[in-house]
């Protein structure tokens, strides 16, 4: 937990690589500590349904948020292979549509993701809990973990949508109509430096979404006991 909060507010491929990691060990822990006799004796107790649902509650729209940067991130990709196809098929025939297409798509994918955010803002609840102490410290553990995981999917999202994943060349070709075979393999690398971004974040955002879905088996197990 320390290393994934000392890594906010930085906002880069590799930092949110190292975040998608560090959740995925944290939510490796969750599920260790959902598998012990005792935590799942806390979370059982019929006077705790309202923490418990809202636990439920939280696994769920984690879940979402994951999906919406999984869309998010194939939405992006799918726009870096047409402008790829457009510069390695004609050069500049069309390139100046595509370019405008893929900067609108970005204006619509950050209205998406910004409402994503906004609805989890406004969803997420942390009621405070008063029971015993080990079953407090299990819960408390459990919504600090919810947390985390917003706090990285919201670095994810505004990455996604943000100038990073923007190229700067792509602006010069629409901005100055400048064709220049420079100017194209300046684009070409940048958008090969992105794709592969993309791709290494989505290979980590795979590997989290599995865990997710199993943290939120392992809590809608206990409860069916």
Not at 24 to 51: F, G, S, Y
Not at 56 to 64: E, I, K, N, T, Y
Not at 140 to 163: H, N, Q
Request: aromatic content about 6%; some cysteine; overall charge neutral.
């Amino acid at each position: 937990m320390i290393r994934l909060r000392a890594s906010e507010g930085a906002c880069t491929s590799s930092s949110v690589g190292d975040k998608l990691s560090g959740l995925q060990d944290l939510h490796d822990r969750v599920n260790n500590l959902l598998i012990l006799p005792l935590t799942q004796q806390a979370i059982a107790q019929e006077n705790n349904e309202k923490w418990v649902d809202e636990l439920l509650d939280g696994s769920l729209l984690v879940l979402d948020l994951c999906n919406t940067a999984k869309d998010a991130l194939l939405q992006t990709k799918e726009c870096v292979h047409e402008l790829q196809s457009i510069l390695r098929g004609c050069g500049e025939i069309g390139l100046t549509s595509e370019v405008k297409k893929y900067l609108t798509s970005r204006k619509v994918l950050k209205k998406a993701i910004c409402k994503a955010l906004k609805g989890m803002q406004n969803k997420c609840t942390f009621s405070t809990y008063n029971g015993d102490h080990e079953t407090t410290t299990v819960f408390c553990r459990l919504k600090k973990v919810e947390a985390i995981s917003f706090d990285v999917f919201e670095s994810l999202l505004t990455f996604v949508y943000g100038p990073k994943t923007r190229p700067t060349a792509l602006l010069s070709l629409v901005d100055h109509n400048t064709y220049k075979s420079d100017n194209i393999k300046g684009v070409q690398s940048q958008l090969e430096k992105l794709e592969s971004c993309i791709q290494d974040i989505e290979e980590g955002l795979e590997c989290l979404f599995r865990n997710l879905i199993k943290t939120r088996v392992f809590l809608l197990n206990i409860l069916s006991r």
